[in-house]
């Protein structure tokens, strides 16, 4: 299976390199397989996100290799896990270090010490990370399923009604609840079943959400097949901040329990690094962050936020890594910095 290079100007030899550090770590026949396991999707996909994503994930492999092979093949083990949080969160935790190694001297944790994930030396801190990958709340995954629900209901009735094109944005005052997914169901498919090319903007008498239904601006559409945009925007749940922040603690709490100095002449300061989903944004992270710094009395000293996305323009698309940290109680002399293999880095 022929995978298309990452980016164009990625010399053949490298990119050939970067499969060969895959396939030999991994093991060929393992990614080969029909399985569930994250990974073993992504070998399997031929678009250059995938692309993009595997020479990541090699050159993260490769410089782990370099420095402590013991500790690569231990979290491999764990990466080839089925189970799929342990393999995103171990794959995490290998990019993560490498994304350090270039800027600053690091070293792999010690035997014995789970809840720190890698040490890095600043001029005379030695500062002790934990790398975390949160996924996707509860709310927002039964937010995500309901919405689904609702886009394949309008789907089969416009199908139905012969209507090939469509743009569809509902927007909900608060995190909807049962009964305002309920009356939402019951006005929309009204509407969409007697829809006529006009537009509809429908706002619900309790102000509970308000949707727009029109036709697609864009030209040179297909005949034939449906081309429609559907978005479902609603605010955080009420209970989003404090479930994030409970979560920080818990993994505030498992660094600490293990933190400890290499050296007795450094300075110890504790941080966390957190790969955020997409669902939330860095501004909200940081405001939560922040307000976590201020109540807590742990001896925590830096929490980063870490998301990846796509971007895109014109003429090609790209992975944007969102960087951006908060600190407590550490004067540095000069900002923290990631280096990546691929793609840009942005604050937001």
């Not at 009964?179 to 009204?190: G, H, M, P, R, T």
Request: hydrophobic share 35%.
């Amino acid at each position: 299976m022929k995978k298309i290079k990452p980016i164009d100007n990625l010399p053949d030899d490298e990119w050939k390199s970067c499969l060969n550090t895959l396939e030999t770590e991994l093991n060929i026949n393992w990614l080969q397989e029909n399985g569930d396991n994250p990974i073993q999707i992504l070998w399997q996909r031929t678009d250059i996100s995938a692309s993009q994503e595997l020479y990541i994930l090699s050159k993260a492999i490769e410089n782990l290799k370099n420095i402590n092979k013991t500790c690569l093949n231990q979290q491999i083990n764990k990466i080839k896990s089925k189970d799929k949080n342990t393999c995103k969160g171990h794959c995490f935790e290998v990019i993560a270090l490498s994304y350090f190694q270039n800027n600053y001297k690091m070293f792999p944790t010690p035997k014995g010490t789970p809840g720190v994930d890698g040490i890095i030396e600043y001029d005379d801190i030695q500062m002790n990370w934990s790398f975390k990958s949160f996924g996707v709340s509860q709310r927002q995954t039964e937010f995500e399923n309901k919405s689904k629900s609702i886009e394949t209901i309008i789907k089969n009735i416009f199908h139905k009604n012969k209507v090939n094109n469509f743009d569809i944005t509902i927007f909900f005052t608060n995190y909807p609840e049962t009964d305002v997914w309920n009356s939402l169901e019951e006005q929309i498919i009204k509407d969409i079943s007697i829809y006529n090319g006009q537009k509809i903007i429908n706002k619900n008498e309790d102000k509970q959400y308000c949707y727009r239904i029109q036709n697609l601006s864009s030209e040179n559409l297909a005949n034939k097949n449906m081309s429609y945009i559907f978005n479902a925007i609603c605010p955080y749940h009420k209970n989003e901040e404090k479930n994030f922040c409970s979560k920080l603690d818990d993994a505030v709490s498992n660094l600490l329990k293990y933190s400890s100095l290499k050296e007795k002449t450094k300075i110890l300061k504790n941080a966390l690094l957190i790969h955020i989903p997409d669902s939330i944004d860095i501004p909200n992270c940081i405001d939560w962050g922040q307000n976590y710094l201020n109540d807590t009395n742990k001896h925590i000293n830096l929490i980063a936020f870490y998301q990846t996305y796509i971007a895109q323009d014109e003429n090609s698309f790209w992975i944007q890594h969102a960087w951006k940290y908060i600190t407590k109680d550490l004067i540095l002399k000069s900002p923290i910095k990631i280096q990546i293999p691929i793609g840009k880095i942005t604050d937001r």
